[in-house]
């Protein structure tokens, strides 16, 4: 099995989901799903960038400007996160001291304040570190395309709907295992690996390289807890939607590219609802990737 990275998998499910410039020649992966009068075209992203929000590449506006609506995780322009949460283990619980000495390395390479952070949730220090990792190859957040897409659809008179919102977002980070204990650990575990994959994300997601994401991001059962909650549940949440709120029409749907990925996808569920799957299909991968190098074919 490939060596997964479970590192961005917070990433790629929860942070604000961004923009991804691309080449003219390129295009974003596309599934359709069609059954009687409705037709769900699934747009998968990954939830950063490394460039300010450009056009909409090819065929995203054309698909917007004729949709009855726009459907995305979670509807970001008008809402914050919460600061307040719950009592759980903090960090200094669920890490012995060897794992608060690498702890502590990161954060200090990150100018994290120590020991602060033993104070805080684990899933909340997990996503925290992902994203200045990330920031660290000149990644960020804020240039999404889901933003992009919203921003672009309003310009078109489409209404924009979400699959879930970011309280109920929250109230599933904190459930996980040990208040996110096992995502931190595997953080951690997956530094260095994840270090040498950033820089092929955005390639490989700008190239439609679907075969690279299926190797380098397909799960195991390591932290099975955590993956069906990060992934599986919400993939079934979303699919009990998307069937019990849409009746005909054609929406545009842009959840992160994981959802997308082996026999719990969100496209592999409607399947399963007698809806017709239209997957995209690339014949060989394009992007080259050994440990700390990746080109493109």
Not at 19 to 26: I, K, T, V
Not at 169 to 184: I, V
Not at 192 to 207: G, N, T, Y
């Amino acid at each position: 099995m490939a060596r997964t990275t479970k590192t961005y998998r917070a990433i790629l499910t929860f942070i604000a989901a961004v923009f991804c410039a691309h080449p003219a020649s390129a295009e974003p992966y596309v599934w359709q799903l069609n059954k009687g009068e409705l037709t769900y075209s699934v747009i998968g992203t990954i939830h950063f960038g490394d460039q300010p929000p450009q056009p909409l590449p090819t065929p995203l506006p054309q698909l917007l400007q004729q949709a009855n609506g726009l459907i995305v995780e979670a509807d970001i322009r008008h809402t914050s996160a919460p600061t307040d949460f719950p009592a759980g283990p903090i960090v200094a619980d669920v890490l012995n001291s060897e794992q608060q000495t690498e702890l502590k390395r990161r954060a200090n390479e990150l100018n994290l304040p120590w020991p602060g952070v033993l104070g805080l949730q684990p899933w909340l220090v997990a996503i925290h570190l992902q994203q200045l990792q990330a920031q660290q190859h000149g990644l960020r957040p804020q240039w999404g395309i889901d933003l992009a897409a919203m921003a672009t659809a309003e310009s078109f008179d489409v209404p924009i709907f979400e699959l879930e919102d970011l309280d109920s977002q929250f109230t599933m980070l904190q459930s996980l295992p040990e208040n996110g204990g096992e995502l931190l650990l595997q953080t951690l575990d997956e530094w260095d690996h994840s270090e040498s994959l950033l820089p092929c994300l955005l390639p490989a997601w700008r190239e439609g390289d679907i075969a690279f994401f299926k190797e380098q991001f397909d799960l195991d059962t390591s932290m099975p807890d955590t993956e069906q909650a990060l992934l599986t549940d919400r993939n079934q949440a979303w699919v009990n939607a998307l069937m019990d709120n849409y009746s005909s029409g054609h929406y545009v749907v842009m959840v992160g590219m994981l959802h997308l990925i082996g026999p719990d996808s969100l496209p592999k569920l409607l399947q399963q609802q007698d809806f017709t799957l239209i997957a995209p299909q690339r014949k060989s991968a394009s992007i080259n990737y050994t440990e700390g190098n990746c080109t493109i074919k």
